[in-house]
């Protein structure tokens, strides 16, 4: 059915004084004299949320891993538990959950004491789309997204990152970040403050049963 | 003989003086209409090379002159490379007839601010108009490709048009001044202490329309529209030969019409007007530079008016173009010089 509204074409004093036109024009003006909103990229950055999805990194052993999971998968796999370096238990769950697995080359070797630890883990970010499943596939809490968001690189080679890349990522990103609480993009006031200018309000969800969509 | 030396040295200054001033200031209006359409967004515009983006046209230039020369095959390269002269020509040949101030005197020499004071300054303005025609039928042509000759096809259609529209809109100021002269038409104005926008809103409403049109300018740049076209006639041309075309056809070309309507319609070079009372003038203070400046005040106002326009409007349909054309505007200018006709004994006096 057609829904019929009431709106009206432009009456002929209208069209002949141009208001339509003036009308658009005083909204451009507004704008014009008002102040830019834009970043200037080079000269300022923006801090990203903490859970952005930007360059990938490892956390290391440091105290704080998931517990019972990360002893369980250590007693599991026979890992080698180094302090301060990556948690990684070669598990290859990453590697399952990747939509393009071969993006992953994940290698472990036997140490002289019979435990084992991971010698390789590269992944070649020419391939990423930043989808984040391996992060949420990872049991021990290790691989993770950061904000480091500037990826471009000179050579081809460079989009690779490495193990020990990785472990150096993921030690400044503990260092600068991991005391930061979560925080949801609604709530984060620190995000909000760019926007003031538009009052920006969000409107407050009511949780609605899944019967009244 | 002397005379005609010196006749021939103050026309060659002159030359000079129009020349470097048109296409400089052509060449900066890019970085202002970029500043205009930024902040109209809410952005900056260029900022980076020089203070606020100041020397971008330079860059610009630059980048544009090292750029490397493409060819399209199958393309006549005679008619090519002849579309630019032809835009380029006729749209500076326009500042010839513009008269930028009264006449003023250099060592006991009258000097008229104008390089040919003809008496059939409009009709020449006019004509060098309709030559835009040929450099964008052209190029669309010597392109050999479809976009191009769409593009082309599309403007010729307009400025065919509003020719006609833009003609029979002039002619009320015409009538009221009784000279087809430019500078003789700002002359007129300030003895008869009016500007003929007062009693000409009509075919100033109707001369505006045709000078965006003319120049391809929002609303009515359906010649470039960018989601159907890429950019028109300007497709197939590569660095500076590019470049030129949105410099004739978006800068000097508007630039050379705003003053044509400046003179036509606001009484040139003269100060703020009350009608039929005089003249106001509070930029006294310059002394003789004070009608010079008015000029560049009253071309920058009307060119930044359609700076404005050009970010706020979308655009119309190639048909309603051509409608309004002859449907609306070809009437309503008709209607005026009957009105004009009617009135303009009162004016005379």
Known sequence: MVKKLKVKPLSWLERILFLDFIKGLSVTIKHAFSKTITTHYPYEKLTPPKRFRGFFAHKVVDGNEPQPAYDEWVERFKIEVIPGRSRCVVCMLCKRACPVPQLFQIEGKKLENGKRVVSVFNMNLMLCTFCGFCVDACPVDCLYQTDIHETASFTRKDAI???????????????????????????????????????????????????EW | MESVALNLAVAFVKILV?????????????????????????????????????LQPLADGLKLITKEDLFPRYGNRFLYNLAIVLALVPATLVFAVIPFGPEFEVFGYKIKPILTDVNVALLLVFGLGSLAVYAVALAGWASNSKYPLIGSMRKAGIIISYEVAITFAVMGPIIL???????????????????????????????????LAETGRVPFDIQ???????????????????????????????????????????????????????????????????????????????????????????????????????????????????FTAVIAPLIWK
């Open chain 2, 18 to 54: 129009i020349l470097g001033i048109v296409l400089g200031v052509g060449a900066y209006l890019t970085w202002v209409e970029r500043k205009v359409a930024a902040h109209i967004q809410r952005r900056p515009g260029p900022m980076v090379v020089g203070w606020h983006g100041l």
């Open chain 2, 177 to 211: 001044a009784g000279t087809l002269s430019t500078y003789q038409i700002v002359v007129n104005q300030i003895e008869q202490k009016l500007w003929y926008v007062w009693i000409q809103p009509v075919a100033f409403v109707v001369y505006m329309f045709s000078l």
């Open chain 1, 161 to 211: 990152l490495d193990l020990e890349l990785l472990e150096k990522i993921g030690r400044d990103w503990q260092s600068r970040r991991e005391e930061e609480p979560d925080r949801l993009w609604s709530d984060d006031v620190e995000r909000n403050k760019l926007w003031y200018e538009n009052n920006l309000k969000l409107k407050k969800s009511e949780k609605k049963g899944r019967h």
């Open chain 2, 224 to 338: 470039e529209a960018e989601a159907e076209l890429v950019t028109g006639f300007t497709v197939e041309y590569g660095g500076m030969k590019f470049g030129i075309f949105p410099l004739v056809e978006w800068y000097i070309e508007v630039l050379s019409l705003s003053a044509i309507a400046v003179v036509l319609f606001f009484g040139g070079w003269s100060p703020l007007n009350i009608p039929f009372l005089g003249f106001v003038d509070p930029l006294f203070f310059l002394g003789p530079l004070s009608p010079f400046v008015w000029f560049l005040l009253k071309v920058t106002a009307l060119f930044l008016f359609i700076l404005w326009l050009h970010w706020t409007l979308p655009r119309y349909r190639i048909d309603q173009i051509t409608e309004m054309a002859w449907k609306i505007m070809l009437p309503l200018a008709l209607a005026n010089i009957v």
